[in-house]
């Protein structure tokens, strides 16, 4: 049993970010219908929920189809989004259940990471909201050193209290194909926006989920690779990662065409590997890596590689 599987329908986005994890891997490619279809048909009982992701999903033109089916076997409609293009939704009058909006600000002052001038605004979400389209709509931002802005954050908090929308704060991730972490929070940083949050909610904000991310992450609590209930994350090739963050393809378990009893063998084999990076994090050996300020983070896969030794590879 899977917690969640996220449905990468495809990797073309109309932003290029450098943070984000698809950098590596372009190629314009839609995840296959039929075989999406045939994945949900014969293991839909084998996970709790699922999400449509991309790159940008709007981006694909055939997004509504991935959704129908999805209908079709009585699931839930949740799709992560750069909030670009959540006007599709209305234009097409369908009702999903949640919307994920993945962002940084509502200004493009602080969104120098994006490499975008197209911007999800304040007025296409009230708009979203007041179709009643969409149950429940978070937003996800991803803090870095231009995003953390303190007038910023109140922005974006002030209007989520005012519009009873969720909340969450997401730590920029490092991976070794980008070098974004010039762009990382400080721990004064962090100290401060953590402050303000702490400031503006308190218990009676029902209407509001806020979930902050711990600066220091614990290495092996907070994995949900080796979770009872790991996710899977379905690249728009079809190929299968026990991680919404991987791209390693040593790492992959399998294809979406592949049953799921040779899926979770493959899963099984892949947890070994990423346990030995985790007590690598540790011991000795990493303490005295020159990456060991990136990796300490706890994550095996934003493992930082250094090719000066060789053992990180294995």
Known sequence: MFNIVIFEITNKCNFSCKYC???GKKNNIDLD?????????NNRFSFKSCILSGGEPFVNIHWNDYVEILEKYNLD??????GSMIKE????NIHINTLIISMDSF???YNQLRSSNILCNKEDIIMLKNTNLVSNIYLQIILNSYSANISNIRDIINFCKENSIGLKFKLMDNYFFNSTSNYNLTLEQ???IKKIIDDSYDKKDIFNIVDFPDFDNNIFGGCSILSEFPSIRIRSDGVLFPC???NDESMAIGHIADNMNCIEYKLNTVRKKLKYRMINLTNGYCKNCSYNNNC????????????????CLK
Do not use: Q
Request: with cysteine; charged share 25%.
């Open 296 to 311: 300490n983070k706890g994550c095996p896969v934003l493992m930082n590689f250094d090719k000066s030794h060789p053992r």
């Open 244 to 246: 919404e963050k991987m």
């Open 89 to 92: 939704l209305i234009n097409k």
């Open 77 to 82: 409609i949740n799709i992560i989004t750069n």
């Open 107 to 109: 200004s493009e002052n």
């Open 190 to 192: 962090y100290v401060d």
């Open 21 to 23: 994890y698809e950098n």
């Open 33 to 41: 219908i039929l075989l999406f279809e045939n994945f949900i048909k």
